[in-house]
């Protein structure tokens, strides 16, 4: 198997989009209260790195409906990150400018993801 065939996530641009927004996340909750270290910090850390993460792991699936799922399950964790960091902002923990920088992005991410999803299932002939 070729390098690039083996690590294919590694070539697409929402993959890497998606792993700054882990940078970006763990760089804002470096800020937050001691107090949420345990709660929205942690919950927040874990939903990003599960974009990235379940992008890597459906490219890694053999099965067109598993690399479908996954790519569902990334845009679910992706929905999850945006609620909880309008819930930082709304606890006074985020800038709206962050927030509405981040949001910016994330749609970004979103309509890649649907467009990665709808290439793969068109590609393969698929009605998932």
């Known amino acids: 198997m070729e390098k690039t065939q083996e ?4 070539n697409l641009n929402v993959y890497h989009l998606a792993k700054q927004m882990v940078v ?3 760089n ?6 001691q107090q949420e270290l345990y709660a929205l910090t ?3 850390q874990r ?6 993460s379940n992008i890597a792991e459906g490219m890694g699936r053999f ?9 569902e399950i990334a845009y ?9 960091l309008e819930i930082a902002e709304a606890l006074g923990y985020l800038p709206k400018e962050q927030l ?21 299932e068109e590609k393969n002939n698929i009605n998932v």
């Open 7 to 10: 690590f294919y996530y590694k």
């Open 100 to 120: 509405q920088e981040q949001e910016m992005r994330m749609s970004n991410i979103s309509k890649m993801l649907f467009g990665l999803k709808k290439t793969i």
């Open 76 to 84: 679910g964790s992706l929905m999850e990150v945006m609620c909880q």
């Open 28 to 33: 804002y909750t470096k800020d937050f209260p």
């Open 47 to 52: 939903a990003a790195i599960s974009v990235p």
């Open 24 to 26: 970006d996340v763990y």
């Open 63 to 71: 099965s067109v409906k598993e690399r479908v799922h996954f790519l």
């Open 42 to 44: 942690n919950q927040l």
